[in-house]
């Protein structure tokens, strides 16, 4: 029987990156006892690319084959040490796996060997260290007394393992080094599950940190806020008792800048407030799949994160949602302000228009006037010419009486001129008019 070709079919261009996506970064089979390291660094300017070359420059140093391009994820395996790289949108995450030999004995919780600490220091980083991540897999027969031990019992927190024998312990403080610490007394999982068990707690601890950067922002942006809600109900105080245009126009400038300031702290907080919600929502996804029971008389994970994580998260949300709102609340009292402001112009060019109205009126009477004049000087010159006609005609012997015959010309003359210059006026007139109709339409 043959297989189906679908060959023949176009595929979409994505289909293989989509595809492929839910094995980009596949989980590290571990076996105990096992000490992880997990550094996170933020990828901002040319810090990705940089960090990259120097990663294939480190695996070139050691033999390894260097990472694909746009690769992202790449392990190196360096004896007893393994190192996975993972880049993600807006960080990189270099996890460093060590066992240690069997021969080496008890060691104390988070002592990183020196050939470990060689191998860090030769792997520089341009990006910002923001996640520092101890984590050390034991076989514990008392892992509440192995957890207390280690970490401070005022913020202790240790939880079962879900589906699993085992606890997970963390106080979430810093040691003297400046890494978190976290311990993981499994029993018996299988090298993959306690692989994928790491990996999460990792990805928890990673999005966690990463899920609070919006809480700085926050706090930075507040006092701007507050200070824009303030002058907005000033301003809205002053707009209701403002009469004169020029105090109406200050106050639409003010509203105006009140925005721009508003919406240049919004803008610059979008990605932020936005992704602190996704990682958060990846840390309770975390949580979900890796804690089981609480450990008396400690806090679980859950209830830990939720009283000094979810108060920052609404910090945020709150935040977020007092911009949208004065934003909106800008945009109508500027509107009204608007409104105002072209009512006031309105008006303003009503009585200009109507002054100008008069004024043409006027020079309508006084261009009458002038035409009447008009007429009669004109009159004047064409009857005196036509009295010089009838002289000269009476002097070549013609019967004509010249003063008569002045007499007569001059009801003929002026109704001529009066009746020539009203149709020049009549067509300029009809011109015009045929001239505003066709600006019309």
């Known amino acids: 029987m043959t297989s189906l070709d679908i060959s023949a079919f176009t595929p979409h261009g994505l289909r293989e990156t989509v595809l492929n996506e839910v094995h980009a970064r596949p989980f590290t089979p571990l076996t105990q006892p096992v000490l992880v390291i997990r550094f996170a660094f933020m990828a901002k300017g040319d810090s990705p690319a940089v960090d990259r070359a120097s990663l294939a420059a480190f695996c070139a140093q050691h033999g390894a084959p260097p990472p694909e391009p746009g690769a992202k994820h790449h392990q190196v395996d360096l004896g007893p040490v393994r190192l ?238 007092r911009q949208s709102n004065l934003s909106l609340k800008l945009a109508r009292a500027a509107d009204l302000l608007r409104t105002r402001v072209n009512v006031e112009l309105e008006q303003q060019n009503r009585d200009l228009l109507r002054s100008m109205n008069e004024r043409t009126k006027l020079q309508l009477r006084l261009q009458s006037t002038v035409e009447g004049l008009s007429v009669a000087a004109i009159g004047y010159y064409v009857v005196s010419l036509f009295g010089y006609l009838a002289k000269g005609a009476h002097d070549f012997g013609l019967p004509v009486d010249p003063t008569f015959a002045t007499a007569a010309f001059v009801p003929v003359a002026i109704a001529l001129i009066w009746f020539t210059t009203h149709q020049i006026r009549k067509r300029h007139l009809k011109e015009d008019h045929e001239a505003e109709k066709a600006e019309q339409e």
């Open 84 to 321: 996975r790289f993972e880049q993600h949108s807006e960080f990189a995450t270099l996890t460093w796996i060590w066992s240690p030999p069997a021969e080496s004995g008890p060691r104390r919780f988070g002592v990183i060997a020196p050939e470990l600490q060689a191998l860090i220091a030769a792997l520089p980083q341009a990006g910002e260290l923001l996640v520092a991540v101890k984590l050390e897999v034991e076989n514990s027969a008392d892992p509440v007394a192995r957890a207390e031990e280690i970490f401070d019992k005022s913020s202790l927190a240790i939880v079962t393992i879900k589906g699993s024998a085992g606890t997970v312990a963390s106080d979430f403080r810093l040691d003297d080094d400046g890494f978190t610490r976290i311990l993981v007394c499994a029993d018996g999982p299988t090298p993959e599950r306690l692989g994928a068990l790491v990996q999460r707690i990792l990805e928890l601890e990673t999005y966690r940190t990463l899920a609070l950067l919006g809480l700085p922002m926050a706090l930075t942006l507040a006092p701007d806020v507050d200070r824009i809600e303030r002058r907005l109900v000033e301003v809205l105080a002053e707009m209701q008792g403002a009469q004169s245009f020029k105090l109406n126009n200050h106050l639409l400038r003010e509203l105006t800048e009140l925005e721009a300031l508003l919406e240049r702290g919004a803008t610059g907080s979008l990605f932020r407030f936005g992704a602190s919600r996704a990682y958060y929502d990846l840390v309770q996804a975390r949580l979900s799949v890796i804690e089981g029971e609480p450990v008396a008389p400690y806090s679980s994970w859950s209830s830990f994160l939720a009283r000094r994580t979810a108060p920052a998260m609404r910090t945020c949300n709150a935040l977020e949602g």
